[in-house]
T-cell receptor
Framework: SAVISQKPSRDICQRGTSLTIQCQVD?????MFWYRQQPGQSLTLIAT?????????ESGFVIDKFPISRPNLTFSTLTVSNMSPEDSSIYLC?????????FGPGTRLTVL | AQSVTQPDIHITVSEGASLELRCNYS??????LFWYVQSPGQGLQLLLK??????LVQGIKGFEAEFKRSQSSFNLRKPSVHWSDAAEYFC???????????FGAGTTVTVRA
């Protein structure tokens, strides 16, 4: 398994601003994923982030809104840009290890 | 395309009673199947997974799940529920080649004393 931490754990932001979420894993991993969980909903994959290549975004998500960095094999960031109240969600990162995804604790974002 | 259906949105069970959560999947080949649990305010914790082999899989916290190919199901069970099992449970399916997961809508479990 893998131990994953996220910062911040929660934040309250004003509309129009941006927030960068950090994801740190305790071992080197090739594949990292970013998910959004809207209130009362299931998880939706935003993008896959592999080290050394551009992130691959799922339908409905674009790089301008959710830029992702993956500078090394243990770290990634997701930025939520130009936020609106509709971006209020839990954002989770996960990593693939032994054919299994392991999740971080999530970042709870509220946009006013 | 892969998809997951969890027919039960909310289940209430008495402490000490048995629990079964249903999961049906749609996938063209042999899927990788997972159950995760999310306690309030927490991330997702892996309960168990099925890749191949024995169709009855044992997981953590006393949970087990059975893969039934003929029914496209992967139901989760626990013989005796504890109050700490109150949480949201997600079934997920994925292929082996890109590790992307599709999640069901989730089942909320409430445990009454």
């Amino acid at each position: 398994s893998a131990v994953i931490s996220q910062k911040p754990s929660r934040d309250i932001c004003q509309r129009g601003t941006s927030l960068t979420i950090q994801c740190q894993v305790d071992s080197q991993v090739t594949m990292m994923f970013w998910y959004r969980q809207q209130p009362g909903q299931s998880l939706t994959l935003i993008a896959t982030a592999n080290q050394g290549s551009e992130a691959t975004y799922e339908s409905g998500f674009v790089i301008d809104k959710f830029p992702i960095s993956r500078p090394n094999l243990t770290f990634s960031t997701l930025t939520v840009s130009n936020m609106s109240p509709e971006d209020s969600s839990i954002y989770l990162c996960s990593v693939e290890a032994t054919d299994t995804q392991y999740f971080g604790p999530g970042t709870r974002l509220t946009v006013l | 395309a892969q998809s997951v259906t969890q027919p039960d949105i909310h289940i209430t069970v008495s402490e000490g009673a048995s629990l079964e959560l249903r999961c049906n999947y749609s996938y063209g080949a042999t899927p990788y199947l997972f159950w995760y649990v999310q306690s309030p305010g927490q991330g997702l914790q892996l309960l168990l997974k099925y890749f191949s082999g024995d169709t009855l899989v044992q997981g953590i916290k006393g949970f087990e799940a059975e893969f039934k190919r003929s029914q496209s199901s992967f139901n989760l069970r626990k013989p005796s529920v504890h109050w700490s099992d109150a949480a949201e449970y997600f079934c997920a399916v994925g292929p082996s080649n890109d590790y992307k997961l599709s999640f069901g809508a989730g089942t909320t479990v409430t445990v009454r004393a």
